[in-house]
């Protein structure tokens, strides 16, 4: 096994960087949940962004799957650490699999991160899209009471 595959991925899979998770019911949290129907393998992949830059501050995983997978998802949460959201959505699946050197039978396990990180994305814009804005003192006096 050890002679198919390149020395980063077998270093991100006996080392994986950044596992865990995080409190999705937090605002300033994005996760992503994907999975991949070929093989069954399921990746989920959370950011926490930092709403007055941008800029994903924190990122964990938890992955369910083959050793590329789980090396993808590992090298995804470092690669996208202290990027904001437009250059972390540009990290392709070639550019993850071109790094770990996966062979083509592997693709689909960097395609998961890819997605994983994009579905973070999303879920954290939606969420953003969703609550009220987060208003200091000075704002007070446009808090809405309700009437009747
Ligand atoms: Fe399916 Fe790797 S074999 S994600």
Same mark, same amino acid.
């Given at each position: 096994?050890?002679?198919?595959?390149?020395?980063?991925? =077998?270093?991100?899979?006996?080392?994986?960087?950044?596992?865990?998770?995080?409190?999705?019911?937090?605002?300033?949290?994005?996760?992503?949940?994907?999975?991949?129907?070929?093989?069954?393998?399921?990746?989920?992949?959370? =950011?926490?962004?930092?709403?007055?830059?941008? $800029? =994903?501050?924190?990122?964990?995983?938890?992955?369910?799957?083959?050793?590329?997978?789980?090396?993808?998802?590992?090298?995804?949460?470092?690669?996208?650490?202290?990027?904001?959201?437009?250059?972390?959505?540009?990290?392709?699946?070639? $550019? =993850?699999?071109?790094?770990?050197?996966?062979?083509?039978?592997?693709?689909?396990?960097?395609?998961?991160?890819?997605?994983?990180?994009?579905?973070?994305?999303?879920?954290?814009?939606?969420? $953003?899209?969703?609550?009220?804005?987060? $208003?200091?003192?000075?704002?007070?006096?446009?808090?809405?009471?309700?009437?009747?």
């Amino acid at each position: 096994l050890s002679r198919s595959y390149d020395p980063k991925v =077998i270093e991100h899979f006996e080392n994986p960087r950044n596992v865990g998770t995080l409190d999705r019911k937090s605002a300033d949290v994005g996760t992503g949940l994907v999975g991949a129907p070929a093989c069954g393998d399921v990746m989920r992949l959370s =950011i926490r962004v930092d709403p007055a830059t941008g $800029q =994903i501050v924190e990122s964990v995983f938890k992955t369910f799957g083959c050793g590329s997978a789980i090396a993808s998802s590992s090298f995804a949460t470092e690669t996208i650490k202290g990027k904001r959201l437009e250059e972390a959505l540009k990290i392709s699946n070639r $550019q =993850i699999a071109s790094e770990l050197k996966l062979p083509p039978v592997k693709l689909h396990c960097s395609m998961l991160a890819e997605d994983a990180i994009k579905a973070a994305i999303a879920d954290y814009r939606k969420k $953003q899209a969703a609550a009220p804005r987060a $208003q200091g003192p000075a704002a007070a006096s446009t808090t809405q009471e309700a009437s009747g």
